[in-house]
């Protein structure tokens, strides 16, 4: 069973930037997808950003979109998010998700939950104004 630990959380004022990590506790292959969410107070859990095992295209959030990067690294079975630009609207838990299977292209795009099968604990982000 894979688990997946977030870091990089924290407090920081608006414009600042974070780098949010995702260790995975086992080999992270480089056909999986990973993933980004983040599910603010009173919210539902939104898609953020993905890389795709395929060929490691990204996808991104309208709100991420040029502020966001995503990045992995297969060595170290480990997912990055670094947050730039940051806006109060940024506050929320920030959860990482893999998908391991490989049929799972089939029936979920990586801008849904569905397509991933594991998810970390979350780390919060608040943005102060």
């Known amino acids: 069973q894979m688990q997946l630990v977030e870091s990089g959380g924290g407090l920081v004022q608006a414009g600042g930037s974070l780098r949010l990590s995702c260790e995975a506790s086992e080999r992270t292959s480089r056909t999986y997808t990973m993933g980004w969410f983040r599910q603010a107070p009173g919210k539902e859990r939104e898609f953020v950003a993905a890389?795709?095992?395929?060929?490691?295209?990204?996808s991104y959030a309208d709100s991420a979109k040029g502020r966001f990067t995503i990045t992995r690294e297969n060595a170290k079975n480990t997912v990055h998010l670094q947050l730039n630009s940051l806006k109060s609207e940024d506050t929320a838990v920030y959860y990482c998700?893999?998908?391991?299977?490989?049929?799972?292209?089939?029936?979920?795009?990586?801008?849904?939950?569905?397509?991933?099968?594991?998810w970390g604990q979350g780390t919060q982000v608040t943005v102060s104004s």
């Open positions: 998700a893999v998908d391991t299977r490989s049929g799972s292209i089939v029936y979920y795009t990586v801008f849904q939950e569905e397509r991933y099968n594991y």
């Open positions: 890389i795709r095992g395929s060929d490691s295209r990204t």
